[in-house]
T-cell receptor
Framework: AQKVTQAQTEISVVEKEDVTLDCVYE???????LFWYKQPPSGELVFLIR??????QNEISGRYSWNFQKSTSSFNFTITASQVVDSAVYFC??????????????FGAGTRLAVHP | DAGVTQSPTHLIKTRGQHVTLRCSPI?????VSWYQQVLGQGPQFIFQ???????GRGNFPDRFSARQFPNYSSELNVNALLLGDSALYLC?????????????FGSGTQLSVL
């Protein structure tokens, strides 16, 4: 079965520390897409990144970077020099296609990140 | 451009009642999906609609139903509410349907069932 595991429930860091959020996934599909979303207290899920299974290049966007390793089925997310505004719940998700032509996201349980001044 | 909008933002109901939640997608988006997020968990897929047709349904009882209107807005209906239906209900839109599609989420409707 398709599954996403985020083993870290909560992480607490001090501002300017680097932090890595882990994501491990399971899928039978050879082609798939992985996503990271951020959920601030307002509740809205904010898209951060999308990665397809054929592209194993790491990606960097400002202070954010993502490490995709197909061999270990992991898609980890690192925030460099964390800031208080990074405090949120972060979700890793796997996109699954359903019969009948639909797609759904399978989310992990999320990691709550608290960045303290 | 406006993002995905949901109404109401908060709702309190009692067991056995019925509730209707509303969602307006981003302009030009033809697909709307609904997710339920119980406190402390990740969102769970309920429905996906595309061009007014139900394309997929998650593992939810028949008390949950939805529809999509010609303007692509959508309603989620829940009958005979149970305490366990208390959750944040998120609506998401996307231009098309496909595993590559990035979903744009609204801020959700917080439903409390007493």
């Amino acid at each position: 079965a398709q599954k996403v595991t985020q083993a870290q429930t909560e992480i607490s860091v001090v501002e300017k520390e680097d932090v890595t959020l882990d994501c491990v996934y399971e899928t039978r599909d050879t082609t798939y897409y992985l996503f990271w979303y951020k959920q601030p207290p307002s509740g809205e899920l904010v898209f951060l990144i999308r990665r397809n299974s054929f592209d194993e290049q790491n990606e960097i966007s400002g202070r954010y970077s993502w490490n995709f390793q197909k061999s270990t089925s992991s898609f980890n997310f690192t925030i460099t020099a964390s800031q208080v505004v990074d405090s949120a719940v972060y979700f890793c998700a796997l996109s699954e296609a359903g019969s009948g032509g639909y797609n759904k996201l399978i989310f992990g349980a999320g990691t709550r990140l608290a960045v303290h001044p | 451009d406006a993002g995905v909008t949901q109404s109401p933002t908060h709702l309190i109901k009692t067991r056995g009642q019925h509730v209707t939640l509303r969602c307006s997608p981003i302009s030009g988006h033809k697909s709307v999906s609904w997710y339920q997020q119980v406190l402390g968990q990740g969102p769970q897929f309920i429905f996906q609609y595309y061009e007014k047709e139900e394309r997929g349904r998650g593992n939810f009882p028949d008390r949950f139903s939805a529809r999509q209107f010609p303007n692509y807005s959508s309603e989620l209906n829940v009958n005979a509410l149970l305490l366990g239906d208390s959750a944040l209900y998120l609506c998401a839109s996307s231009p098309l349907v496909g595993v590559w599609e990035k979903l744009f989420f609204g801020s959700g409707t917080q439903l409390s069932v007493l």
